[in-house]
């Protein structure tokens, strides 16, 4: 099992910045990649940057060059840098790591980007 904590939403004004933290523990020998996704009100859950144990990373397009994907190894975290926010990022904001045979999902954590 490997559990998984996000930290760091809130409310932020458009071009804000915000980072979230994700805390794993458990069985993070078995992790083999961590990630962010998110779900805005009325639509489906998607990836937003994702990063493999060897660090390479992915992003959405939507978020390419504003949002960075990291981890701290010694803290078991990964973190997702958003700058650049805009009120379309408004989302519950997901952490998921696949430790096969599965996927792990945190809790959420609430991002709103408004005036």
């Known amino acids: 099992q490997v559990q998984l904590v996000e930290s760091g939403g809130g409310l932020v004004q458009p071009g804000g910045s915000l980072r979230l933290s994700c805390a794993a523990s458990g069985r993070i020998s078995s992790i083999y990649s961590m990630g962010w996704y998110r779900q805005a009100p009325g639509k489906q859950r998607e990836l937003v940057a994702t990063?493999?144990?060897?660090?390479?990373?992915n992003y959405a397009a939507s978020v390419k060059g504003r949002f960075t994907i990291s981890r701290d190894s010694a803290k078991n975290t990964v973190y997702l840098q958003m700058n650049g926010l805009k009120p379309e990022d408004t989302a519950v904001y997901y952490c998921?790591?696949?430790?096969?045979?599965?996927?792990?999902w945190g809790q959420g954590t609430q991002v709103t980007v408004s005036s």
């Open positions: 998921k790591c696949y430790a096969p045979p599965r996927d792990y």
């Open positions: 990063m493999t144990n060897s660090g390479s990373t």
